[in-house]
């Protein structure tokens, strides 16, 4: 089976001879799904990075903070988490309404320093949205 990831990853692994090791961790550390481990590790966190792009590619790294479970597991393939009052700029949701790919990085920085990188894709809702299922 072809590993996941980018061409450019495999150019790259194969000049720098990282093969074996991307290989490795393909095969022990990527999931397409939640386990439960995963998912109580993200209802325990009070942050998490997310990274999104608008339809050109051009990036956003924002922070997101909250209450231990502000992000909400769904189920072993949905997330979802509130799109708090900041400075108005809507950068992630703008980004999100032209090209859905989001990436979310979760670290415990306190207790064992283990992170979490979670990719997929976001949609937006609206509060009455939600309210009415």
């Given amino acids: 089976m072809k590993n996941p990831g980018s061409r450019g990853e495999h150019n790259l692994q194969k000049e720098f001879k990282t093969e074996k090791r991307a290989s490795a961790f393909y095969n022990t550390q990527?999931?397409?799904?939640?386990?439960?481990?995963?998912?109580?590790f993200i209802l325990?966190?009070?942050?998490?990075f997310i990274s999104t792009a608008d339809a050109i590619g051009?990036?956003?790294?924002?922070?997101?903070?909250?209450?231990?479970?502000?992000?909400?597991?769904?189920?072993?393939?949905?997330?979802?988490f509130p799109e708090y009052r900041g400075n108005g700029i809507l950068a992630s949701m703008g980004n999100i309404s032209e090209?859905?790919?989001i990436g979310m990085v979760?670290?415990?920085?306190?207790?064992?320093?283990?992170g979490l990188h979670?990719?997929?894709?976001?949609e937006i809702?609206?509060?009455e949205d939600l309210e009415s299922d």
């Fill in 30 to 40: 990527l999931l397409h799904h939640l386990n439960p481990e995963m998912c109580r």
């Fill in 44 to 48: 325990e966190q009070e942050m998490v």
């Fill in 58 to 80: 051009e990036c956003d790294a924002s922070f997101r903070a909250g209450h231990a479970g502000f992000v909400e597991v769904l189920d072993e393939k949905t997330l979802i």
């Fill in 99 to 101: 090209n859905p790919h």
């Fill in 106 to 114: 979760f670290i415990d920085f306190y207790q064992s320093s283990i």
């Fill in 118 to 122: 979670v990719n997929g894709k976001a």
């Fill in 125 to 127: 809702f609206s509060n």
